[in-house]
């Protein structure tokens, strides 16, 4: 079983950062693909961002690529994920999902959402324009 929760959610204004944390416990598996997602009401669930806690590749949306970094910080029986966001627009604003895989990523949109077995609560994120 492994438990998330996300932090670091928050209003800013365009052009500006946020950094969003994803901390729980993990056990069973010995390699997750973790992952970022965002949702908007009334749009589908979008994945922003993976990492693979084996080798630590990572892989991003096209919509976040150069102003997102995700990154990883796993102990042995828990897990630490980030999601540094900069240069952030109104179009960002959305609720921040991280989530768990006991699988390899194979990149963004790789695997389903329903693939990912464990999910936080979410993080709200309010660009103004």
């Known amino acids: 079983q492994v438990q998330l929760r996300e932090s670091g959610g928050g209003s800013v204004q365009m052009g500006g950062s946020l950094r969003l944390s994803c901390v729980g416990s993990?056990?069973?598996?010995?390699?997750?693909?973790l992952a970022w997602f965002r949702q908007v009401p009334g749009r589908e669930r979008e994945e922003v961002a993976t990492i693979f806690t084996g080798d630590s590749v990572t892989s991003y949306a096209d919509s976040v690529k150069g102003r997102f970094t995700i990154s990883q910080d796993n102990a042995k029986g828990t897990l630490a994920l980030y999601l540094q966001t900069n240069m952030l627009t109104p179009d960002d604003t959305a609720v921040y999902y991280c989530?768990?895989?006991?699988?390899?990523?194979?990149?963004?949109?790789?695997?389903?959402?329903?693939?990912?077995?464990?999910w936080g609560q979410g993080t709200q994120v309010t660009v103004g324009s």
């Open positions: 989530a768990a895989a006991p699988s390899y990523c194979g990149g963004v949109n790789v695997l389903a959402p329903s693939q990912f077995r464990y």
């Open positions: 993990r056990t069973g598996y010995n390699a997750y693909c």
